[in-house]
């Protein structure tokens, strides 16, 4: 006779299992799975995953598998957040209806499940945009992870709206010109910080790879708040920025100490933490020069100017945010 089991015992059918596990398709070294790892420990139990297509949905499930010991579930590029909210909301129904008495096991089961939607830069800052903008607007209480590599990776390194100034990608190519277009991308960064912020969210931080108890807090924290929280986490892709298998956590590192990118944290629209950069202040050229979509920079005075620009990017942030 098949034995019946309820809801409860479903979610937790794989608690054995790691919530990320290795054997993987990822490359070597992927920032971006570095980040994975932490916040899927971090997560804990009774969590249930939408995920947008992208490298982490294409190397972690290729079909007929999984590395996820969690539920998870895919559908389209642009809706992770539409999902999720279909899932919290399911979730937030069954818990009407079949409601559980305080003083028995499992009260409020459905309500302790925790919802979270991720995608990578693509799917945040650009495709998925318009459906996290509702998600937030219905104030739900799911929490959003971007992990920003800064270009569509999985499809061929092409620039989004997260690729920062004079990067090369295969759609903003460097090269040899006078024109602008020669530099690489000359389109700012999207500031989706400053979007999820203009949200009300009640929670908003920014992580990297290289800060990997960073990450862990701030999941913990964010799974404390009631409503939407937004995580985002510059995760260093080795084929897209042309880095060696081992420097992620390092590329991670010297994006904060620079000013490039810095670990912040918002409760209710405000500012609660910011990192310090070390002193003497590190420049941007020691990031910079790691990479290859950055090496054109260093070949003639042109380059040299919009190092000179990226420079000044990072002094505004350390300006901004009281980094010194």
Known sequence: MTKKINSRQKLNIKAGKKPLSPGHRACAGCGQ?????????ALG????IANA??????????????????????SLFENAAAVASGIRAALDYKEKIHPVKSSEAGAKQFNRVKVVAQAGDGGTFDIGIGLISGMWERSENILYVCY??????????????ATPWAASTTTTPAGSGPTIDAIGSHQRKKDMIAIALA????????STSGFPED???????????????????????VPGWNIASSQAIKMGKLAVQTGLY???????????????IPQPQIKV?????????????????????????????????????GLK
């Open 148 to 161: 920003d590599t800064e270009a569509y990776s999985n499809t061929g390194i092409q620039a989004s709206g």
């Open 262 to 276: 810095p670990l912040l944290e918002y409760e209710n629209g405000q500012l609660i933490n910011a990192s310090k």
């Open 53 to 74: 297509t992208g490298c982490l949905e294409v190397t972690t499930t290729p079909y007929p598998e999984s590395a996820w010991g969690m539920p998870w579930i895919h």
């Open 33 to 41: 799975m570095i980040a994975a790892r932490t916040v899927a420990e």
């Open 199 to 206: 949200h009300g969210l009640p929670y908003v931080a920014q």
């Open 285 to 321: 050229e020691e990031y910079l020069k790691l990479q290859g979509r950055f090496k054109h920079l260093f070949e003639n005075k042109s380059g040299q100017e919009q190092i000179n620009y990226i420079q000044k990017l990072a002094d505004q942030n350390i300006a901004k945010y």
């Open 215 to 237: 990450i862990t807090r701030k999941i913990k924290k964010a799974l404390t708040m009631e409503g939407p929280s937004y995580i985002q986490i510059l995760t260093p892709c």
């Open 45 to 48: 139990p009774d969590v249930i």
